[in-house]
């Protein structure tokens, strides 16, 4: 009647690219490899619906000259290349701030207990004991 399944192991996932190897397989590429275009979806206007459509037709080659589209590939990766190094400039921020805040906040306790501890001193001397 039922069937039981069973636990399917799978093997761990490989290590991320390290970043000489995207460079590397990055310059080994075609300009034409269709994985950098930028032109591959768009927009179906007509139909408002925000929906992507496969485009289909290719880039005219007599507009579009291969050294713009060098310049234009060597751009996109430069940018590219800015926005990963921005990233992790910012995640190193988010880490300072986070380490900042503690120490805010040990220095805050700090700073009530100190207060606290002239409260009583002042009230003992007051009371003359």
Do not use: C
């Not at 690219?17 to 994985?35: A, C, G, Q, R």
């Not at 929906?51 to 050294?67: A, D």
């Not at 921005?86 to 995640?91: P, Y």
Request: aromatic share 6%; net charge negative; glycine share 4%.
């Amino acid at each position: 009647m039922f069937m039981i399944s069973k636990k399917v192991d799978f093997p761990p996932l490989p290590d991320p690219p390290t970043w000489e190897e995207m460079e590397e397989d990055l310059k080994k590429t075609d300009n034409n490899d269709i994985t950098f275009t930028d032109n591959l979806y768009k927009t179906d206007e007509r139909k408002g619906t925000g929906e992507l459509k496969r485009q289909t037709s290719h880039i005219n080659t007599e507009t579009v000259t291969e050294k713009d589209d060098i310049h234009n590939s060597d751009q996109l990766f430069s940018e590219a290349v800015d926005f990963v190094e921005k990233n992790d400039e910012l995640s190193t921020y988010i880490k300072l701030l986070g380490e900042e805040k503690e120490k805010l906040q040990e220095l805050s306790q700090t700073l009530k207990n100190t207060v606290e501890e002239v409260k009583k001193q002042a009230l003992v001397a007051i009371d003359g004991y």
